[in-house]
C-alpha cells in the first residue's frame, strides 16, 4: 500500500525549504524592532483551552482536532495560537512581572477545513500578542506592526481593513439588531444559520454557505450600534494610523470570524494578481474577557496572526526575490578510497573557513561525478585524481570561467579562500 500524506497537509522540499527559513528570520529581526520576545507553547491544548462555552465560532467548535490520550484526558491540536498563549500567560503567571507582556510565536495548527489554495489542514502562523493593557496607542501599535512586516517583505497591493466591534454593551445591542434583522429571513438560512440567529448571530455574516443571502448584505453593522465609549475608541485607534502615516481602510462589515474579540479588529488582505480566493493573508483583533475566561484576572489583549503559506504565496505572485537556496561554494571529486580520506579532511578544513562544502560518496565515475559537481551548481571542483596525487596536487576548476588550475595540497583552502572572498 502506498502511504500518502494525510490530506490537507503538504511537504516543504529541500529546494524549498530556504524560503522558510528567510521568512522565519525576518520575522525574528523585524519583531526585535518592536522589542518582543518569543513564546513557545504547546501545540496539543487540554480542548477546554479551545472549546470555551463564549467560542461558537466554525473554527472551534467543526473544525478541531479533538482527541482522547491513553488516559482519557481530552486534547484538541490547537487551530489558533491566542487560546494557547493566554493559557500559558494566566497558568505562568506572568501578569505578575510585566504590565504588558508583548510575545509572538511561530508554529503550526491544525484545522479540519475544506483543503484549496492556501488553506491547509495542518498551517503555519506567525503571530503576536500584547496582554495587559487597554489602550489605543497599542491597537494602534499592534496594527502598524502588521503594516510595517508586510511592507518591510516587500509585499505590494496589501491592503489593511480595520472596523471595531464595541465593547460588550455595544456587542450585545449589535447582537440584538442582528436577531431582529435576520428573524424574518429565518426559513431561508441554512441550518446552521437558523440555530446562530438565537445563539450567535454574529457567526451568519462569516457563514461559508448563506454568505451571499441578501440578508447578510443588508444586515446592520457594528458601527451602527456603537455607544459613546467605544466610538471615541475607535476614533482614537483610527488617528492614532493617521499619525503613523500608515495606510489602511475602515471596513464597516469586518466582523473576524473568532468569537473572543471586542472593540478593534483587523484583516490584511493581498490584491495581488494571480493571487487566488484565500487572500487574507492575517487578521486579528482586542480581546477582553480572554484572559479572564482562562481563569487569570482581569485584563485585555490585542494581537494578529498571518498564514505563512499566504504570506510566501504573496511572495511568490509578487515575483519578489526573495531568498536563495544554499550555494555551493566547492564540491570534491576523488578517484579512489584512499584519495576519499585526504578529501575528507580538506571538507573538513573547507567547512572550518565556513565554506559550504561536499563531496560524492556513491563511488560514482569521474564523469558521473563532475556532473553531479556541474547539478548542484558548485563554484569550484576540486579533483583528486591519481595523477595529482603522484604530483601532490589538485586540480581546481571555476565552473563559471571554466579555467582550471593545478594547486598544491597544501593550499588548496587557501586558494579557494583568495578566489571565493572576490
Ligand atoms: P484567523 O483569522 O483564524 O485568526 O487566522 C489568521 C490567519 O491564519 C488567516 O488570515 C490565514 O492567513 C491563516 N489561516 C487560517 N486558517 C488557515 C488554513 N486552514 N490554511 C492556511 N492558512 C490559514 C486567528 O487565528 C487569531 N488567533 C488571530 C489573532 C491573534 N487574533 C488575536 N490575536
Known amino acids: 500500500m502506498a502511504i500518502n500524506k494525510v490530506k490537507g497537509t503538504y511537504d516543504v522540499l529541500p529546494n524549498e525549504s530556504h524560503k522558510w527559513i528567510k521568512l522565519?528570520?525576518?520575522?525574528?529581526?523585524?519583531?526585535?524592532?518592536?522589542?518582543?520576545?518569543?513564546?513557545?507553547?504547546?501545540m496539543m491544548e487540554y480542548s477546554n483551552v479551545f472549546h470555551r462555552d463564549s467560542e461558537g465560532s466554525d473554527m472551534v467548535t467543526k473544525e478541531t482536532y479533538n482527541f482522547v490520550d491513553r488516559s482519557n484526558r481530552a486534547l484538541t491540536l490547537r487551530?489558533?495560537?491566542t487560546a494557547g498563549v493566554i493559557r500559558s500567560y494566566v497558568e505562568q503567571k506572568l501578569y505578575t512581572s510585566q504590565e504588558l507582556e508583548k510575545v509572538y510565536y511561530i508554529g503550526p495548527n491544525f484545522r479540519y477545513e475544506r483543503p484549496q489554495k492556501g488553506r491547509y489542514r495542518q498551517f503555519y502562523q506567525f503571530g503576536v500578542e500584547a496582554i495587559g493593557?487597554?489602550?489605543?496607542?497599542?491597537?494602534?501599535?499592534?496594527?502598524?506592526?502588521?503594516?510595517?512586516?508586510?511592507?518591510r517583505l516587500g509585499l505590494?497591493?496589501?491592503?489593511?481593513?480595520?472596523?471595531?466591534?464595541?465593547?460588550?454593551?455595544?456587542?450585545?445591542a449589535y447582537q440584538k439588531a442582528l436577531v431582529n434583522h435576520f428573524e424574518p429571513y429565518k426559513d431561508e438560512l441554512c441550518?446552521?444559520?437558523?440555530?446562530?440567529?438565537?445563539?450567535?448571530?454574529?457567526?451568519?455574516?462569516?457563514?461559508?454557505?448563506?454568505?451571499?443571502h441578501p440578508s447578510v448584505k443588508s444586515a446592520p453593522t457594528p458601527l451602527d450600534l456603537l455607544n459613546e465609549v467605544s466610538k471615541s475608541y475607535f476614533d482614537e485607534v483610527v488617528s492614532y494610523l493617521d499619525v503613523a502615516g500608515i495606510s489602511y481602510e475602515i471596513a464597516p462589515k469586518l466582523v473576524r470570524g473568532l468569537d473572543y474579540y471586542s472593540h478593534t479588529v483587523f484583516e490584511i488582505e493581498a490584491n495581488i494578481e494571480g493571487f487566488g480566493a484565500q487572500n487574507v493573508l492575517g487578521g486579528g483583533g482586542r480581546y477582553q474577557n480572554l484572559v479572564k475566561e482562562?481563569?487569570?484576572?482581569?485584563?485585555?489583549?490585542?494581537?494578529?496572526?498571518?498564514?505563512?503559506?499566504r504570506l510566501?504565496?504573496?511572495?511568490?505572485?509578487?515575483?519578489?526575490?526573495?531568498?536563495?537556496?544554499?550555494e555551493l561554494d566547492c564540491f570534491v571529486i576523488t578517484m579512489n578510497q584512499p584519495l576519499k580520506k585526504i578529501a575528507?579532511?580538506?571538507?573538513?578544513?573547507?567547512?572550518?573557513?565556513?565554506?559550504?562544502?561536499?563531496?560524492?560518496?556513491?563511488?560514482?565515475?569521474?564523469k558521473g561525478q563532475f556532473k553531479q559537481a556541474l547539478r548542484l551548481e558548485a563554484k569550484y571542483i576540486v579533483i583528486l585524481g591519481e595523477e595529482e596525487f603522484q604530483k601532490g596536487v589538485a586540480s581546481i576548476k571555476d565552473t563559471r570561467t571554466e579555467i582550471q588550475e593545478e594547486v598544491k595540497l597544501e593550499d588548496v583552502v587557501t586558494y579557494l579562500k583568495h578566489k571565493l572572498e572576490k
Open 79 to 81: 487551530p489558533e495560537g
Open 191 to 212: 441550518n446552521d444559520c437558523k440555530i446562530r440567529i438565537d445563539k450567535n448571530p454574529l457567526r451568519i455574516l462569516d457563514c461559508k454557505i448563506d454568505h451571499k
Open 156 to 172: 505590494k497591493g496589501v491592503k489593511v481593513r480595520v472596523n471595531t466591534l464595541g465593547d460588550e454593551a455595544s456587542r450585545i
Open 133 to 151: 493593557a487597554v489602550d489605543a496607542a497599542l491597537d494602534a501599535e499592534i496594527i502598524i506592526l502588521a503594516y510595517d512586516f508586510i511592507n
Open 24 to 42: 522565519e528570520k525576518d520575522i525574528r529581526d523585524i519583531l526585535s524592532l518592536y522589542h518582543i520576545r518569543e513564546i513557545r507553547t504547546p
Open 294 to 309: 482562562l481563569g487569570g484576572p482581569d485584563l485585555g489583549g490585542i494581537g494578529f496572526a498571518f498564514g505563512m503559506e
Open 344 to 366: 575528507t579532511k580538506l571538507l573538513y578544513d573547507l567547512r572550518s573557513e565556513q565554506f559550504v562544502a561536499d563531496m560524492n560518496y556513491t563511488a560514482k565515475g569521474f
Open 312 to 326: 510566501l504565496m504573496a511572495i511568490e505572485a509578487s515575483k519578489l526575490e526573495y531568498s536563495k537556496d544554499l
